[in-house]
């Protein structure tokens, strides 16, 4: 079955700072992947997609996530980030209504 | 229904009684998942359903738990002799089960075990 690993629990960064959170999967063939995020008191939306093509996806929010089969990552970025981007953000790989998700990374954002 | 709806929202209740969570999909969405969600945890995939049936299984965690769909729609997923190691947030979520795994979630019925 497939996994996903998000090694980092907990990031923090300045406002308008740049923002990367680390993405790792386990599948035996390429997989449609997502970014996840869980503001709090709210429910999970979704962030953006990959199923295939383009392997730089570009999702709500500016937010974007780039494929590297190599590294079996979809890392997920924004240039500048905002205070209220302060959330869970959750990577998940899918496979014919499998889908699984990544422990999380709590996202905090000083002023 | 415009979204998935699940019930109740807050549940407490106490060790050794059984309940009963339940989910709403999304209008014509056959495909249906439970998630748990644990203070500090990630999202533990607990069961999925196409239609009414269960193909996987192998996420929940002990065989207190059972959950069951019906007529395609609502599910219910029934805890038996809470521990309080069952307290956390019971996540469901809906795909029009094309395979595209685009979930739509619930807001959650968070259960607390006394």
């Known amino acids: 079955a497939q996994s996903v690993t998000q090694p980092d629990i907990h990031i923090t960064v300045s406002e308008g700072a740049s923002l990367e959170l680390r993405c790792n999967y386990s599948?035996?063939?390429?997989?449609?992947l997502f970014w996840y995020v869980q503001s709090p008191g709210q429910g999970l939306q979704l962030l953006l997609k990959?199923?295939?093509?383009?392997?730089l996806v570009q999702g709500i929010k500016g937010f974007e996530a780039e494929f590297k089969r190599s590294q079996s990552s979809f890392n997920l970025r924004k240039p500048s980030v905002h205070w209220s981007d302060a959330a869970e953000y959750f990577c998940?790989?899918?496979?014919?209504?499998?889908?699984?998700f990544g422990a999380g990374t709590r996202l905090t954002v000083k002023p | 229904g415009a979204g998935v709806s699940q019930s109740p929202s807050n549940k407490v209740t106490e060790k050794g009684k059984d309940v009963e969570l339940r989910c709403d999909p999304i209008?014509?969405?056959?495909?249906l998942y439970w998630y748990r969600q644990s203070l500090g945890q990630g999202l533990e995939f607990l069961i999925y359903f196409q239609g009414n049936s269960a193909p996987d299984k192998s996420g929940l965690p002990s065989d207190r738990f059972s959950a069951e769909r019906t007529g395609g729609s609502v599910s219910t997923l029934t805890i038996q002799r809470t521990q309080q190691e069952d307290s956390a947030v019971y996540l469901c979520a809906s795909e029009p089960g094309s395979g595209a795994n685009v979930l739509t979630f619930g807001a959650g019925s968070r259960l607390t075990v006394l």
């Open positions: 209008s014509g969405h056959t495909a």
């Open positions: 990959y199923f295939s093509g383009d392997t």
């Open positions: 599948y035996g063939a390429t997989p449609y």
């Open positions: 998940a790989v899918g496979d014919n209504n499998d889908m699984r």
